[in-house]
């Protein structure tokens, strides 16, 4: 999954609800990958930006 590679610092599943989870310093929980994603944002600022520059190959 690449949300793994995107934020290997958070353990990331779809439980068995269907629900969207990231495990890290914290537990953000989405009905949505997109929610998600935003949720990681929040939570983990920094690593989001790692995450965009690594998408759009501004490393």
């Known amino acids: 999954m690449i949300l793994r590679d ?3 610092a958070w353990e ?3 439980c ?3 629900v969207w989870r990231a495990a890290g310093f914290t537990l953000v929980s989405s ?3 997109e929610g998600l994603v935003g949720h990681l944002a ?3 600022p920094a690593a989001f930006e790692r995450a ?3 998408i ?3 490393l």
């Open 31 to 33: 009905s949505t990958v």
């Open 12 to 14: 990331i599943w779809v």
């Open 56 to 58: 759009t190959g501004s």
């Open 42 to 44: 929040g939570a983990d």
């Open 52 to 54: 965009a520059r690594r």
């Open 16 to 18: 068995d609800r269907g």
């Open 6 to 8: 995107l934020f290997p």
